[in-house]
């Protein structure tokens, strides 16, 4: 059996390894596209606190967080995987009642989040802190690192024969595959470019009572000059603001690595040619080798697993369907406290504002924004100066840190709801719409399409993430 998976990000990377593993053959096709999510993100996998109304979502990222320590143990390699706990913060305790009562409802099937506790002076935990918050303790709540969560995923896949190109991957009417150069110009079909489809409710925003930020902030939105925001995200939708992949638990997403300066990720395929492939070997030919400019070079396969992220609707369009998917972006800082441990400080989540979560290194990561502009990956200005406030705002103590690194990425959201797994067309699988959950659910939803492809009873029921095209 040959498999074409299109995209190497969580997801792609994710489907390789385990198709592999089942001696499938296996080629992963990237463009390496600005503004992938995968590397962008903070890296939070803490799922008990969001979707209270919402059983579809709340069942895909647990499950995800539930996945991760089989993942780590067979993977055998540092991913940057730890349990370092979440502080869920705010001003007035009375604000941390419904969380609270809301993971004592879930602790019954969810044990690993382990018993949640009342943490008198949260900066005890994570120094930087203001000290007027109150905060509970989730200690089953673990930080990643996205990318070399991805780059183990494909590294492992390639020892067991995967191949992993560079390219674009263009799909015919009835689902086969041509490889074109990356920088190839191929003309778009024409379509609808989707966008926001109006407040984020409902799935998209998992409840009214989320801890988790998803939706944009509003336009009049501005940072007042002590760093206090003038109206609280959660009071314009469930989800707020969120790091570079897109809802984000209590404040902030669960997706996303913060890879430092000395361990930026680079997109497998690199986009510049004097950027390292993060797979030592073996090294695909580049695609002018491979590739000849014109109707592109055919991939055999007998299933296509587009995993393609935001641009997943783009890929499938020559199917003859829409797919209601649109780009979310998220800006993220890093910032360095010279001298200063915080390889396990816990995660901050506030109630409203930025999520906070340290790394090794002495690097503190802060996120984000949550923008509906498009295909537009770039770190702005206004952006910034809204991370940069409200995370000064829930922690004075970074005032002097050094900021040492920004982060862009494009969270792929599903219009209508949660995320989207499942088959297209015969020989065509899908899975993209895990918004700021890719880090969380990527692994989990690449084992979840690989059982699709093989034919196979995935572990949960994928009605309610099923394909619903325009």
Known sequence: MRVVVIGSGIVGASAAYYLSGRGVAVTVVDRGSQGQATQAGAGIVCPWVDHPEDDSWYRLTSEGARHYPRLVEALGEDIGYAKVGALLVAED?????????????????????????????????????????????????????????????????????????????????????????ADEHIPAENGPQWGQPGPATGAVSGGTTSWRQAAPLPPDFTPSATGDLTESPLEASAEGPIGAAGDAPFGGPPDGSPGGPAQAPAPVPPVEPDVPMPLAEPVAPSAAERVPVGEGVPLEADVVIVAAGAWTGEVCRPLGVELPVFPRRGQILHATLDGVD???????????????????????????????????????????????????????????????????????????????????????????????????????????VAKLALDEQPPIDLTPYAPRTA
């Open 93 to 181: 305790p009375v604000d941390l009642e419904p969380v609270r009562a809301l993971l004592r409802r879930r602790y019954a099937d969810a044990p690993e989040m382990g018993e949640v506790t009342d943490v008198l002076t949260p900066s005890d935990l994570f120094p930087p802190l203001s000290d007027d918050l109150s905060a509970l303790l989730v200690p089953g709540a673990a930080r990643v690192d996205g990318s070399a969560v991805r780059d183990a995923l494909l590294r492992a896949a390639v020892a067991r024969g995967a191949e992993v190109l560079p390219g674009s991957a263009v799909l015919t009417p009835d689902g086969q595959v041509r490889l074109h150069a």
């Open 342 to 448: 915080t390889a396990f400080w816990p995660i901050v989540l506030p109630r409203s504002g930025p999520y906070l979560l340290g790394f090794p290194g002495s690097r503190v990561v802060i996120g984000a924004t949550v923008e509906d502009v498009g295909f537009a990956p770039r770190v702005t200005m206004g952006g910034l100066e809204e991370v940069i406030a409200a995370g000064l705002r829930v922690a004075p103590g970074l005032f002097g840190a050094t900021v040492s690194e920004t982060r862009v990425g494009l969270r792929p959201v599903n219009a209508p709801g949660p995320a989207l797994i499942g088959r297209l067309t015969p020989r065509v699988v899908v899975a993209t719409g895990l918004s700021a959950y890719g880090l969380t659910a990527g692994p989990f939803t690449g084992e979840l």
